[in-house]
C-alpha cells in the first residue's frame, strides 16, 4: 500500500464493484403487509400516484329543461315505445330514460331500475341490446388520459367489446349507454359499429316516470 | 505494474459478469420484481399436467376473431413499477404484465373499493392468453393444467395485448378484465360468486352481467361459465358472495381455456390523451380491486 497508485486502484475498483453491486438488486418485492396497513409512499415519477377510492360524482347536473323538452318532441310519454317497460320500475327512475325509436325492439323489453340508474335489456335474434342511464360518473385520477380515437357528439364514443359493440353518450346531463351483445362472435351486427350507431342515432323517445317528472318540475 | 493491471481485468470482469445476470445475457435474468411468495402453490390447489385432459382450446384463447387479433404488443420491460401493493400472498404490483404480452395500467386505484372475491374458493388470478396452453403462451407448456397456471403469484393482465377498446391502456385497446383460473384445473366444479349486492341484468350464451345496487353502480361482467347451470336467471337479485354459477370454458359454442374473465365497468369522468373533458362509461383494472378482495377473504373476512 505504500504505492499511491496501487491504493488509488484498489479504491477504483471497490467503488466499481460497490456500484456494480447495487446495480443487480432486484426492484422491491410486493411486501407482505396486513389489509390495512399504511402503505409506504413511496414517489416515483413514471408511476401514477397511490390514489384512494374514488368519490362518485354528484347526481347533480341533469338538463331538465333539455329532457322535457324531448319528451315533448317524442309524444309527451304517449309514444308506443317503452309501454310495455314495468311502470313501477319506471316510475322509481329519476331521470328521464331514453329509448330507441324501435317498436319492436322495446316490445319485450326489460328495465331495471335503482333509482338514479337504470338497465334495459331487450332481444334480437342472436342478440341481444342493452340500455343505460347514469347520473353519477366516477372522476379518474389526474394522472390518467383517456386514449379515445374519435369522440363524437354528445361525446360518443364506441368501444369493441370481447361480444359486441358499446356506445356511450352524454344527452341531458345523463351519461347514456347502448350495447349490442352478439350470441355468436362472428355476428357481422358486433364485428362493426353500424348496428350500434343505428341504434344511438334513434334513441330519441324520452320517457319519464314519476319521480323523473317530479325532478323536472312537471309534477307525479 | 503487471499486479494493478491483472486486479484491474479482474475488476472489470466482475463488473460485466453483474451487469450481465442483471440484463438476462444469461438466460436467468429476472423479468420484474420478485412477489413476496413466488412459486407458492395454495393448499387444495394440486394441479399439473396431469390434472384433466385438455381440450382444443378453439379461439386460442384469445376470446377474438384471428382476423381481429391484436398483434403482439411492444416489449416492455421497463415498466416494471416498484410501488408496492398490499398484500398478503404473492402477486405482481398491479400493471405488471407477463413480458411482452403489453404495457399494463399502472395506476393504483382500487375501483371497486368493498368488492367481494367473485370464486368461492381459491383462484390464480394470471394470463389465459400468455399463460401455458394459451395462443400466445410457451410452447414447451402446451397445457392449460400446467402447474404454473395454478400456483401463485398472481400477474394482472388488464391492458394485454388484444384489439378491443379499452381506453385507460397505453393504445387504446387492450384486454378489457382480469383472467382468473377457479383453484383446479376442472371445469364446472369451482363456485363463482356476486362481486356486489346487485341484479343480474343480462345474460348472453356465455356472459352474465350483474349491476350493483349502489351507486355508482358498477356493472360487473363474468365470462365462460357453465351457461346451462347457472344459479340465476337474468332479473334475479343477488347478495355479494352468493352463488351465480360454476367457472369453465364456454365461448359461444367453442371453448376456451378454464378460466372466468372478469370485468368492471362503470361510467367515468376523465381527459382524453388530447387534453378534452369526456364522460363514458368504459372499462375498469378489476385487479387491485381483486388483490384486496383476496386479503380480506383469505384474513377471513365476509363479503359485505
Known amino acids: 500500500m505504500r504505492n499511491p497508485k496501487i491504493r488509488g486502484l484498489i479504491v477504483a475498483g471497490a467503488t466499481l464493484a460497490a456500484v456494480a453491486a447495487s446495480a443487480q438488486v432486484a426492484p422491491t418485492p410486493t411486501p407482505s403487509t396486513r389489509p390495512g396497513a399504511a402503505r409506504p409512499a413511496v414517489v416515483r415519477p413514471t408511476v401514477g400516484p397511490i390514489t384512494r377510492p374514488p368519490l362518485p360524482g354528484g347526481p347533480g347536473g341533469i338538463d331538465w ?121 362472428s355476428d357481422p351486427r358486433c364485428r362493426t359499429d353500424t348496428y350500434v350507431r343505428s341504434l344511438v342515432a334513434k334513441s330519441t323517445v324520452v320517457v319519464m316516470g314519476k319521480a323523473a317528472r317530479q325532478a323536472a318540475g312537471l309534477g307525479a | 505494474m503487471r499486479a494493478p493491471l491483472i486486479f484491474l481485468i479482474l475488476i472489470l470482469l466482475v463488473v460485466l459478469a453483474l451487469v450481465g445476470y442483471n440484463s438476462g445475457w444469461f438466460g436467468s435474468a429476472a423479468t420484474g420484481p420478485s412477489p413476496t411468495t413466488a412459486g407458492d402453490i395454495l393448499p387444495g390447489a394440486p394441479v399439473g399436467p396431469g390434472a384433466e385432459p385438455d381440450e382444443p382450446v378453439g379461439d386460442g384463447g384469445l376470446e377474438q376473431l384471428p382476423d381481429e387479433a391484436e398483434a403482439q404488443g411492444p416489449v416492455d420491460p421497463v415498466n416494471t413499477p416498484d410501488v408496492p401493493a398490499a398484500g398478503t400472498f404473492g402477486h405482481f ?89 377457479p383453484a383446479t384445473c376442472k371445469k364446472d366444479k369451482h363456485w363463482v360468486v ?50 351465480l354459477g360454476k367457472a369453465s370454458n364456454d365461448f359461444g359454442g367453442t371453448p376456451t381455456t378454464i378460466h372466468m374473465h372478469f370485468e368492471i365497468r362503470s361510467g367515468v369522468a376523465g381527459t382524453s390523451t388530447d387534453g378534452k373533458p369526456v364522460k363514458l362509461h368504459t372499462f375498469l383494472p378489476p385487479y387491485q380491486s381483486l388483490v384486496a378482495a383476496y386479503d380480506r377473504k383469505r384474513a377471513g373476512q365476509g363479503c359485505p
Open chain 2, 93 to 181: 404490483p398491479a400493471g405488471e404484465l407477463l413480458p411482452k404480452s403489453g404495457s399494463g395500467y399502472l395506476d393504483r386505484t382500487t375501483w371497486s373499493p368493498q368488492l367481494c372475491f367473485p370464486f368461492a374458493e381459491d383462484a390464480f388470478a394470471n394470463s389465459q392468453v400468455y399463460g401455458a396452453g394459451g395462443g400466445m403462451g410457451p410452447k414447451d407448456k402446451p397445457s392449460q393444467c400446467d402447474a404454473s397456471n395454478y400456483s401463485l403469484p398472481w400477474r394482472d393482465n388488464f391492458c394485454e395485448s388484444r384489439g378491443h377498446a379499452s381506453p385507460l391502456c397505453a393504445n387504446g385497446k387492450g384486454h378489457q378484465g382480469q383472467d382468473i383460473r
Open chain 1, 65 to 185: 329543461a333539455g329532457a322535457v323538452g324531448g319528451l315533448r318532441q317524442s309524444g309527451g310519454g304517449n309514444s308506443p315505445v317503452g309501454r310495455r317497460l314495468d311502470p313501477a320500475a319506471v316510475d322509481k327512475t329519476r331521470l328521464p330514460i331514453l329509448l330507441p325509436a324501435d317498436p319492436d325492439l322495446m316490445g319485450g323489453a326489460r328495465i331495471y331500475s335503482f333509482g338514479d340508474y337504470y338497465s334495459i335489456t331487450a332481444n334480437l335474434t342472436g342478440a341481444r341490446v342493452s340500455l343505460t342511464g347514469a347520473a353519477e360518473t366516477t372522476p379518474l385520477p389526474a394522472t390518467s388520459r383517456l386514449t379515445l380515437l374519435n369522440i363524437g357528439p354528445e361525446q360518443l364514443v364506441i368501444q369493441r367489446t370481447v361480444d359486441g359493440q358499446l356506445a356511450s353518450f352524454v344527452r341531458y346531463g345523463v351519461l347514456y349507454t347502448a350495447e349490442l351483445r352478439c350470441d355468436a362472435p
Open chain 2, 194 to 243: 356476486a362481486a356486489e349486492d346487485g341484479i343480474i341484468t343480462d345474460m348472453g350464451t356465455y356472459t352474465v352481467t350483474l349491476t350493483a345496487s349502489a351507486p355508482p353502480h358498477r356493472v360487473y361482467r363474468y365470462l365462460h361459465m357453465r351457461m346451462n347451470q347457472l344459479e340465476v336467471k337474468e332479473g334475479a337479485s343477488v347478495k355479494a358472495g352468493e352463488n
